[in-house]
């Protein structure tokens, strides 16, 4: 409890406001780095993943390149990156660390989300003379959505946690004061700055989960309500004898 209340009073100390390494400035570093790479990581990974879930076409080869993808250490390409792009080239290197830790999730999400639209929905659709970019962009997109924000909000947890190793090739980020305090036995430090990395990744599930929630098309969402409703004339409990 001791080193608990030292890291609060280390969190809230006015120090932790001033200077280059300031808190703000390292949340501000430490959320640049992640947006940046989730964004690039969609642009790449969403169109992919949803040829792949309209097309049904080309799944294999996504299961595979996720599989690798998160095989590789994320510390260890850091550092071959940085090693065969240079030292001036460093922030670089790390979004294309991050970037290929989120496309996983991103792809994932993307064609996971088309594929599990039921099919009857998709043939009515075309029955009524929806063109297949009608199809995809009126009730493909719409009706995967949920799915495409689960894998977003696993994307960016994903880099939150991991953006804390750009502070090894002095990058900054809430990494930093984890990286500076563990040399110098600074347990308070580490510890208060472990603690917002963790509240950084509670907030952002927070406002995912209600973002994903708020995803689901109204009329998806009233069947799941009915669904979930006892069906009238049955009796759920049992009279006195």
Do not use: C
Not at 14 to 36: D, N
Not at 68 to 91: D, E
Not at 131 to 136: A, I, R
Not at 144 to 157: D, H, I, N
Request: overall charge positive; charged content about 10%; hydrophobic content about 60%.
């Amino acid at each position: 409890m001791n080193v608990f209340a030292e890291a609060l009073a280390w969190l809230f100390s006015p120090e932790r406001l001033e200077g280059s390494y300031a808190l703000p400035i390292l949340l501000g570093q430490h959320l640049f780095y992640t947006v940046i790479s989730v964004a690039v990581a969609a642009v790449i990974a969403v169109p992919l993943g949803w040829l792949i879930g309209h097309t049904g076409r080309g799944r294999e080869f996504a299961v595979a390149v996720s599989g690798a993808a998160r095989a590789v250490p994320s510390f260890g390409l850091l550092i071959l990156l940085v090693l065969l792009l240079g030292v001036l080239r460093i922030p670089e290197a790390a979004v294309i660390t991050f970037v290929l830790l989120a496309i996983p999730s991103l792809l994932a999400g993307a064609y996971t989300g088309l594929e599990a639209i039921d099919r009857r929905v998709i043939d009515a659709a075309r029955s009524m003379g929806m063109t297949e970019w009608q199809v995809f962009w009126k009730v493909e997109v719409p009706l995967g959505l949920p799915l495409l924000v689960g894998g977003l909000r696993a994307a960016l947890l994903q880099v939150i946690a991991t953006v804390t190793i750009a502070a090894y090739v002095n990058l900054g980020g809430l990494g930093w004061p984890i990286i500076q305090g563990i040399p110098l036995r600074r347990f308070d430090q580490v510890l208060g700055a472990a603690i917002l990395v963790a509240l950084l990744a509670l907030l952002v599930d927070l406002l995912l989960a209600a973002a994903q929630r708020a995803a689901v098309p109204a009329g998806v969402r009233v069947q799941q309500i009915g669904t979930k409703r006892p069906r009238p004339g049955r009796n759920t409990s049992h009279a006195p004898a």
